[in-house]
């Protein structure tokens, strides 16, 4: 059975952990291709909550195999931190496998990107400095620690004082660290090696071996699609490519083990740190919002920005990704508001108005959206479980971003819990072995 990529069709925070959780039921392997610990997934099952940063969903079904590919940018106290956190509450972590290939986020790649965006000042990307753009810098020039190096003292000591040595002038003000000292740096990062040396494999294989066979793999994207390093608000973005398309060099696996691309998008849109946000609303109206969807970082706790959907943004992300399907998420956040908003085009500083996304940053930086206003709804729709159960105009809503976009709408979160989601009509016959009985 070929895969189905999950990645965030807006500006990140758009609930991919929680369709990733639905699919990890029915998956057979998740695997992580792309991003850090700068990313956060947040679950609701009952009155529990579980945040991950590194390790998939997918980790709390039993049986399950749940990869972190050679995509990913590792800090192995962050992975560590979580499979003891895990197994503090009764989780069964042997089913994770972390590639041999994935590199790893090491002291320097920290004080790098604190230094780095305290240089720009006012011009501050809104990092998260967890050091995952030293490390995937140090990744491009070649100069890397690897998973596997945890494992060879030798190899792993020369490759530090190598990748320190064209860093030298830059952490002339953290000399004094003792982080910075090599043989404490080898032997803290030996004994990660020790402890991770059980959960690493040669995960390209096992997804190859799991797609030969028939199974479901599910593939998950960190950050989203307008963060992307290539394709997104650069250089407000993320350090590597969360499109559909990295899943395939992330994980190690061919574009055609690929049949399936979901992008999850909110009902409305949330950006965290700089960068420009055609349809923010910047006043009470996406306070409110802010509030109602308790728009708070998973990783960092800052308050998100908030504004309308942005239509404009969303149908470049749907080409983008070549999206077969859309989940949209947080849809009962709008309950209770008379009329909704959504952008359909942008205006320029000059007056010109864009039907595509711009590709020009001084365009984008001075785009606002134009709208359509559609009618809301006041009932509470937390309780509804199909179609039929939401009010007309939010039917008509979804209808609206469906027809605009020319992606069909396979999922509506309608509340926090795994339970609270409606699939559409028409979804579970075009994909039955992917979503439960309904």
């Known amino acids: 059975m070929p895969g189905t990529v999950i990645v965030g069709a807006q500006w990140g925070d758009e609930g991919k952990g929680k369709v990733v959780d639905l699919l990890a039921e029915r998956a057979d392997m998740v695997v992580r291709f792309q991003g850090g610990n700068n990313a956060g997934h947040t679950i609701v099952r009952g009155h529990e909550k579980w945040k991950f940063h590194l390790i998939p969903s997918g980790i709390l079904y039993p049986g399950k195999t749940c990869a972190i590919g050679n995509g990913v940018v590792i800090d192995p106290r962050v992975l560590t931190d979580e499979i003891d956190g895990l197994r503090a509450r009764g989780v069964d972590v042997s089913g994770l496998k972390v590639s041999a290939n994935a590199h790893l986020i090491m002291p320097y790649h920290l004080m790098l990107d604190d230094a780095g965006e305290a240089r720009l000042g006012k011009l501050q990307i809104g990092t998260t400095k967890r050091g995952i753009g030293p490390c995937y810098a140090d990744k491009a020039a070649r100069l890397g620690i690897r998973v596997q190096d945890m494992l060879d003292e030798k190899i792993l000591k020369k490759k530090i004082a190598a990748a320190l040595e064209p860093k030298r002038q830059t952490l002339r003000p953290f000399m004094k660290d003792p982080r910075l000292d090599l043989q404490a740096m080898t032997d803290e990062y030996l004994t990660f090696g020790h402890r991770l040396e059980q959960f690493i494999a040669d995960t390209a294989t096992l997804a190859h071996r799991a797609l030969d066979d028939d199974r ?201 819990a795994r339970e609270q989601v409606v699939w559409a009509e028409g979804a579970v016959e075009a994909l039955p072995a992917l979503i439960p009985a309904v």
């Open 216 to 416: 479901f793999v599910v593939f998950e994207g960190a950050q989203a699609t307008m963060l992307d390093i290539d394709h997104g608000t650069y250089p407000f973005v993320t350090s590597s490519n969360p499109v559909a398309g990295a899943a395939c060099v992330g994980a190690g696996v061919g574009p055609r083990d690929i049949q399936e691309v979901w992008g999850v998008a909110k009902a409305y849109c949330t950006r965290v740190g700089a960068g420009p946000f055609p349809t923010e609303l910047d006043d009470a109206l996406g306070e409110e919002i802010r509030e109602r969807g308790g728009e708070y970082g998973t990783t960092t706790g800052r308050p998100r920005r908030t504004g309308w959907m942005d239509l404009v943004a969303l149908r470049y992300a749907a080409r983008i990704n070549s999206m077969s399907g859309l989940v949209i998420t947080k849809l009962d956040v709008y309950s209770g508001f008379d009329s909704i908003k959504v952008a359909t085009r942008y205006r320029g500083a000059e007056e010109a108005t864009f039907e595509t996304f711009p590709y020009h940053q001084s365009v984008l930086h001075h785009a606002t959206g134009e709208y359509e206003e559609l009618p809301g709804w006041q009932e509470d729709i937390t309780e509804a479980r199909s179609e039929s159960d939401l009010p007309q105009n939010a039917r008509d809503y979804l209808r609206y971003i469906a027809d605009f976009i020319g992606v069909p709408i396979v999922l509506v979160g309608v509340g926090p």
